[in-house]
């Protein structure tokens, strides 16, 4: 099988042909028709992420279908054939603190693919199966792949935000995670508001569903939402520390910014802002493989797509480069020809 993989950190993309492996027991083996490509993946090109083993396939953005199941899999459930997709959830330990209480994707041995073991960016991934989720039939490979990071990320910190139908809520950052962001809000009832900087993204979100665009280049978003009463949630989907501090003051009373964007700057926090209107401000991770599924049943129902460009696995090292360049308008993603 055909396999793009990094032999060491900081090492280039190679194409390599590896034997296909059998399924451990309790595990299938996953035809891949689609990965997306995520900027976590630079955990793994980059060796940002400790006690990474080389070489290592990338990809947490699984989307195909069962080819082989494992001899202790109860087939009622899993069977070869059936569509199957594979997000950043790969895997728990069953028995630390947090599993024990069913927090699993907060495991103290989390399983992430690509990361923990090869991932998407070959034919053939082995996953457990605690990580699947069904890909239902009205979604394509490619339309479910990019929902399985960016995706479940974006929907599943706005469900439990805590925010109610008709409330204020911003989505900072219209891009790979935003523009996903902006489809969730409208379509759970909230009053979106896009926020990003230039003219040009106004038509675009208000397509998706935002009821108004604040561009932060040539207005002060904190008035313009303080006009609006504040916001209950900001979900910051931006990898900026800076843009996030200076969005603060945006919040409502009893209001939050929920952080989903990587950055390495740091946020700094007014706190008498934060104590006198009891703000606050949570990260949120991705979610489990059912938090996976309910968002692949979420977007079936509302009509929610990501907007994807599409890339051979052959150009895997072109796809994560345009990516992480910026140029990439939204998401990118690999397809398996064979």
Known sequence: MRSVQVSKANGPFEIVEKDTSEPGARQVRIKV??????????????GLFPGIQYPRVP???????????GKDVNTTEWKAGQRVAVGWHGGHCGHCESCRRGDFVTCKYLQVPGISYDGGYA???IAPTEALAIIPD????????????AGITTYNALRNSGARAGEVVAILGIGGLGHLGVQFAAKMGFRTIAIARGKDEEELVKKLGARQYIDNRS?????ELNKLGGAKVILATVPSGKAMSEILGGLAVNGKIVIIGASDEPIQVPTPLMILGRRSLVGWPAGTSIDSQDTLSFSVLSGIRSMNEIFTLERAAEAYDHMMSGKARFR???TMSN
Not at 219 to 223: D, F, T
């Open 59 to 69: 990809g947490h953005e699984i989307a195909g279908v069962i080819d082989v199941v």
């Open 219 to 223: 207005q002060n978003a904190v008035e």
């Open 33 to 46: 028709q689609a990965c997306g490509v995520c900027h976590s993946d630079s955990f793994t090109k980059e």
């Open 123 to 125: 034919d053939y991934v």
């Open 138 to 149: 009205e979604l394509s490979a490619t339309d479910a792949a990019p929902l399985m990071c």
């Open 332 to 334: 990118c993603v690999l």
